[in-house]
C-alpha cells in the first residue's frame, strides 16, 4: 500500500524525461488550496509528520524496480536513477495545527526538479485529507463548546488509512479521543469504547445485557440506552444502579444513539434524576454534525459528549478541496501557470500574519520569502538536504491548534458563513507575476492575470 | 495499518463480555445500506474480495496482544482467546458487481458470537467505501456513453488505501483504467498517464516541453495544453506533429485541464482538423463529474475521453451511506433492534431478483433465506468454515457489473432522480418481525414497526 509505485503514471512519465533531457536542476513546488467554501471560513493544517515521514521513508524496492523493468516502459537510466532514489531536498511548512487560507502555502518541497516532481501525488494525497479533517473537526470543537467529542467513524471512513488517520486528525484539533484502538497504539490518543446495539439484541433480556457488562467492563461504564424503548431503558438503568453500586460500580454514562436526541436527552435526564442518578451522565450519537452539536446545547439539552462519526471522517459536507502542488521556480527562475480559473502566484513564498494586542489574527500578507515584510512568518524550515530537523509530539501540535482557534477572529471561531479573512498580495508577488508574464507569453502581453479573479 | 487493532474499543470489550459469559453460540450478522439518498437509484457491489482477504488473514500479533496485556483493560481469557483467534464461519454475499438496493443484505456473516461481533467496524469499512466509489464510477459509465474514463483521483482520495480501492472499484463498474501505477501492478488495471502542467512550466519554451515529451514518451502520446493558452498551444502541437512523424512518433491525443471544456474541445478540434491532426483526439479533465459529461457530450462536444478524479475518489456528492452491519439471529433465534428510524428485519435473508423477457430487471423480494421464493437468489456462499469457496477474476466481475447495468431498468440507466427500483417485502419477514417483538416487548405490545417507515 506504501510502495513507491502509489503515484500518478505521469509522475514516472515526466521524471524519465526530465532524466533523458539533463532537466534535473533545483525546483521549488508549493501545495495550497486554491478556493475555501462558504462553510470552510478557515483550514486547519495538518498531516506534515506523516508527509515528512513519507519523504524520509521512501525508497524504490528491488520489487517494485523489478516490475517496473518488466513494463517496458522505462530505459535503464531512470530504473537506475529510481533505485538509488532519496529525498535530498529541502522542506519548509506551517506547523501542523497552524490556521491557514485559501492560495497560502502550507508547504513547499525544494529538490531537484524529477525528485521534487515524483513526490506531488502522495503529498498532496496526505496532507490534504488530514487537513480536510482536522478543519472539520475544529468546526465541531467550536461547536461544543468545551463538551466531550469522541471520534465514532472508522467504519464510515475511506480505508483504513483514512480512519486512523481521521482519528489522529480531530484529536490534534481538539477532539477527547478516538474509538479506534490503533489510534492509542500508534499515536497515544485516548480511546472510548461502549457496547453496540448487537450486545444487548444477543441477550433475551436488555437489563440481562446492561448488568453482564458493567461486570465484566465496570471502568468507565456506558449503557447503550435505544435499542427498544430508550425512556424503558433508563429505568432499567435505575433499577440496576444499586446492585451495581454494591460491587462498586458506577454508572458513568448512557448513551442514546437514535430518536430525537435532544428531547431523549430531556426525557432521560428526569429518568435518571429522579432514580438518584445525578452523576450518570448522558452521551450521545448517530448522524451529528457540527450544526446539531450547536442547536442541542443551545436549547439546554442536558449532554455531556458526542460520539461524532461519518461527519467528521469523510467531512462530508466537504469531503475534497481544491488543493494543489505546483512548480512555482525552476532553475532560479519563477514560474506559473496561467489556466484559466487555475493561475497561480509564482516564485517562493511566505505567509506573514498579523495579530492584535489580544492576540486575535487581524490578517495575513502572501509575498516572497526574501520581501522585508512585518508579522510573524508562518513556514518554517523542516527538512533540510533530506533530514528532519525537529519532530513535534502530539500534544504540541495539539496545543498549537488551540491556540490558534483561540486567535480566530470572532464571525469565524462562530463559524459564520462567509466570514472572511484578509489575506493581502503584496506588491512584490504581483511585479513578480507580471514579469514571469511577460517571459512565458512573449506574444500576447497583458496585465498580470490576478489568480484571485480569474 | 491492518493491524487487528484497527477496530473499535467496544468490539473488544464486547467480546470480553460475551467470553465472561459464556455468549458464544452461533450468530449471524447481515451488512446492509439503510436509505439510498436521490442521486443514487441504485448501488452496486464492491470489496467482498479484500473483505475475504480480511476474514482469512486476521490475526492478532503478538505485538498487538503485549500491548493489550499492557494496557491492564482485559483479562488473561480474552487475550488467550485473541491469540487464537481466527474466522472459522461462514459468509453468504452478493458477487461483486451486483446492483442492489436499500435494506438489502450485500453481506452476511456467521460465525460464534465475539467472532462475528469483531469483524464488524473493518468489514463496513471496506465495503462501504468500496461499494459508494462502484456506485459513483457506474453512474460516470452510465453518463459516458462508451468513451474512454480514466480515474484520476489518488491525490484527493482519502488516503492511500483510498486511492488504490478506488481505483478497483472504477475499473470493474466499467472505468478504462487509472493514473495510479499501482493498480496495474496489484490488480493488472491498465494505467494511464500524460504530463502535469509543472513539466510544461519547467521549460522556458512549451513547444520545447512538447517535443522533449514526445520524444521520451512517445508511446501513446497524450500532451497537456492548457498551461498558458490553449489555442496557441494547440497550433504549437499541429506545428510540431510533421517533425515527430518523421521519427514515427503520432500525437494520440491533446489534454485540456481548465476552462469551459466543451467550448475549448470544439475549438481545438477546428485547429487540430485544419493542421491535418484528425486522428488527434480530445482528452478532457478537472473537476468532472457525471452531469457535466452528459451535458457535454450532449452539447456534441467533440471529446474522446475523461480524466475523472476528486467526485470519482471521494464520491463527493454522496461521500458516505448508512451502512450497517446488524445481529439478525443469535442462538437460533432471529433478533432485531427497533431503535427510532433504524429499526432493522430480522432473521437471514435474500434477495430474490425478478427479471422480464428481456433481460431487464423488474423488482426484488426480500425475505427469509429458507422462504420458498421464485426468483434469481442473489447472495451465494462464498466462504465456509471460513474457507473460500471460489475467487473470481477481476475481469470476470467487471463483466458482471457490465451486465447488471444493462439489466437496470431505464429511469436508473437514465440516472433519474427519485427513480425508484420496487424491492418487495415478504410476508413471512413481516410476520418474523411481529413475533420477534413480541418477544422482545413484551410490556408494550405493538405492531411490528416496518422499518422502511420508521
Tied chains: 1, 2.
Excluded at 533531457?21 to 533545483?26: D, F, L, S, Y
Excluded at 515524483?118 to 465541531?140: C, P, V
Amino acid at each position: 500500500m506504501t510502495s513507491a509505485l502509489l503515484t500518478d503514471l505521469y509522475q514516472l512519465n515526466m521524471m524519465q524525461t526530465y532524466l533523458d533531457h539533463g532537466e534535473t536542476q533545483r525546483a521549488s513546488f508549493e501545495l495550497f488550496f486554491r478556493t475555501l467554501p462558504p462553510r470552510r471560513g478557515f483550514l486547519i493544517a495538518a498531516g506534515l509528520e506523516q508527509a515528512l515521514d513519507f519523504l524520509e521513508d521512501l525508497r524504490f524496492s528491488a520489487d517494485d524496480l523489478d516490475w517496473l523493468a518488466r513494463s517496458g516502459r522505462f530505459s535503464r537510466s531512470l530504473l537506475d536513477y529510481l533505485a538509488a532514489f532519496r529525498f535530498s531536498g529541502d522542506v519548509d511548512a506551517m506547523p501542523e495545527g497552524t490556521a491557514f487560507f485559501a492560495d497560502e502555502p502550507v508547504l513547499r518541497v525544494s529538490a531537484p526538479l524529477p525528485e521534487a516532481q515524483y513526490f506531488e501525488t502522495r503529498l498532496i494525497n496526505i496532507l490534504h485529507f488530514q487537513s480536510i479533517i482536522a478543519s472539520k473537526a475544529a468546526r465541531l470543537v467550536l461547536a461544543a463548546s468545551g463538551k466531550l467529542l469522541v471520534d465514532f467513524g472508522l467504519r464510515r471512513a475511506h480505508g483504513a488509512e483514512a480512519g486512523l488517520w481521521a482519528a489522529r486528525a480531530s484529536y490534534l484539533a481538539g477532539f477527547a479521543g478516538t474509538a479506534t484502538t490503533l489510534a492509542e497504539r500508534l499515536y497515544g490518543i485516548p480511546i472510548y469504547g461502549t457496547m453496540a446495539h448487537s450486545f444487548v439484541q444477543a441477550h433475551d433480556d436488555e437489563g440481562v445485557a446492561f448488568e453482564n457488562f458493567a461486570r465484566s467492563r465496570p471502568r468507565n461504564l456506558t449503557l447503550l440506552i435505544d435499542t427498544y424503548d430508550t425512556e424503558a431503558a433508563a429505568q432499567k438503568v435505575v433499577a440496576l444502579a444499586p446492585r451495581l453500586r454494591v460491587l462498586g460500580i458506577e454508572i458513568g454514562a448512557v448513551r442514546i444513539d437514535s430518536g430525537d436526541l435532544a428531547v431523549q436527552a430531556k426525557r432521560v435526564r428526569r429518568i435518571l434524576d429522579a432514580g438518584g442518578l445525578a452523576g450518570t451522565t448522558i452521551f450521545v450519537s448517530g448522524g451529528l454534525d457540527e450544526d446539531k452539536i450547536r442547536s442541542m446545547l443551545a436549547n439546554g439539552a442536558p449532554i455531556a459528549g458526542f460520539g461524532v462519526g461519518t461527519s467528521l471522517t469523510t467531512s462530508s459536507d466537504v469531503p475534497a478541496l481544491d488543493c494543489a502542488y505546483k512548480l512555482q521556480e525552476y532553475a532560479g527562475v519563477a514560474r506559473r501557470k496561467r489556466s484559466a480559473g487555475k493561475a497561480t502566484w509564482p516564485g517562493r513564498k511566505q505567509v506573514w500574519r498579523h495579530f492584535g494586542a489580544d492576540g486575535t489574527m487581524h490578517g495575513d500578507v502572501l509575498s516572497l520569502i526574501d520581501d522585508p515584510i512585518a508579522g510573524t512568518p508562518l513556514l518554517e524550515p523542516v527538512m533540510r538536504d533530506g533530514r528532519r530537523l525537529a519532530r513535534p509530539i502530539l500534544s504540541e501540535i495539539r496545543a498549537t491548534a488551540a491556540r490558534n482557534l483561540a486567535a480566530l477572529p470572532e464571525p469565524l471561531r462562530r463559524l459564520e458563513v462567509g466570514g472572511r479573512y484578509p489575506v493581502q498580495i503584496a506588491d512584490a508577488l504581483i511585479r513578480l507575476a507580471a514579469e514571469v508574464d511577460r517571459h512565458t507569453a512573449p506574444k500576447r502581453m497583458r496585465e498580470p492575470a490576478d489568480p484571485r479573479r480569474s
